[in-house]
């Protein structure tokens, strides 16, 4: 069941705000997507690539999907066709694997790195070192990459009843994507995206500059995982 007041407010709150609002439909059935739609939600994100599949291929084709789980490089093909936004690239080998299903598609796929930027080692993504080794290498080879596009960052919280230590890991986040916004490792206008924010905390993603929140629950209710 789609929560059709919470879809109203955080909707307008995030066209006031010049944020980009991701519905997050994974384990949701493709019903409740369709009735999101219906009320103008354009941008849905999932996690597992084969939900993603089966539901793109029933839902209307002018959906925008986002990939925001983790991604294994040999299941790149599946979602290459027609992904609109892959939000959890955490190493070079993935994103090589991007670049060559984009080649493959004759387009160019957009991606967000991960940053980890939480205290938990359960969560993926590249550390600040991990990200300067990164951008070396996609320096050196940035050439042969024409088919992926580095729109800018994600990452999440820890998951904590703090309120500070999530602004203060979310401010990091967004001080590392200005800092690669104005390098001359990238130095491109097209890196512009700092998706950061979920249901329970988007309010102080978006006050630490977030431009791109995921919500899940609090559009669709809890989710039951078996
Ligand atoms: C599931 C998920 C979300 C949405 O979480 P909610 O708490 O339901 O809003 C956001 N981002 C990622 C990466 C997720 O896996």
């Given at each position: 069941?789609?929560?059709?007041?919470?879809?109203?407010?955080?909707?307008?709150?995030?066209?006031?705000?010049?944020?980009?609002l991701?519905?997050?439909?994974?384990?949701?059935?493709?019903?409740?997507?369709?009735?999101?739609?219906?009320?103008?939600?354009?941008?849905?994100?999932?996690?597992?690539?084969?939900?993603?599949?089966?539901?793109?291929?029933?839902?209307?084709?002018?959906?925008?999907?986002?990939?925001?789980?983790?991604?294994?490089?040999?299941?790149?093909?599946y979602?290459?066709?027609?992904?609109?936004?892959?939000?959890?690239?955490?190493?070079?080998?993935?994103?090589l694997?991007?670049?060559?299903?984009?080649?493959?598609?004759?387009?160019?796929?957009?991606?967000?790195l991960?940053?980890?930027?939480?205290?938990?080692?359960?969560?993926?993504?590249?550390?600040?070192?991990?990200?300067?080794?990164?951008?070396?290498?996609?320096?050196?080879?940035?050439?042969?990459?024409?088919?992926?596009?580095?729109?800018?960052?994600?990452?999440?919280?820890?998951?904590?009843?703090?309120?500070?230590?999530?602004?203060?890991?979310?401010?990091?986040?967004?001080?590392?994507f200005?800092?690669?916004?104005?390098?001359?490792?990238?130095?491109?206008?097209?890196?512009?995206?700092?998706?950061?924010?979920?249901?329970?905390?988007?309010?102080?993603?978006?006050?630490?500059?977030g431009?791109?929140?995921?919500?899940?629950?609090?559009?669709?209710?809890?989710?039951?995982?078996?």
């Amino acid at each position: 069941m789609v929560n059709e007041a919470a879809w109203r407010a955080l909707h307008e709150e995030c066209i006031k705000k010049n944020v980009k609002l991701i519905a997050v439909s994974k384990t949701k059935p493709a019903e409740d997507i369709e009735d999101m739609y219906a009320l103008g939600q354009r941008d849905f994100g999932e996690n597992y690539v084969q939900e993603l599949v089966e539901k793109q291929a029933q839902l209307p084709a002018d959906i925008s999907w986002h990939y925001i789980g983790h991604l294994q490089s040999n299941k790149v093909k599946y979602i290459a066709p027609f992904v609109h936004l892959i939000h959890a690239v955490d190493s070079f080998k993935l994103l090589l694997e991007i670049n060559k299903q984009g080649q493959k598609n004759n387009r160019v796929i957009d991606v967000l790195l991960q940053a980890h930027i939480a205290d938990e080692e359960t969560k993926f993504g590249m550390d600040e070192r991990d990200l300067i080794e990164f951008f070396q290498y996609y320096n050196a080879q940035k050439e042969a990459l024409h088919h992926v596009r580095i729109r800018g960052l994600m990452g999440m919280a820890t998951n904590t009843d703090s309120d500070v230590q999530v602004r203060s890991e979310f401010k990091k986040l967004h001080d590392i994507f200005k800092t690669i916004q104005g390098s001359e490792f990238l130095g491109k206008d097209y890196f512009d995206t700092c998706s950061m924010g979920m249901s329970s905390d988007y309010k102080i993603a978006i006050e630490e500059g977030g431009n791109m929140i995921r919500v899940g629950s609090l559009l669709f209710g809890k989710r039951q995982y078996q």
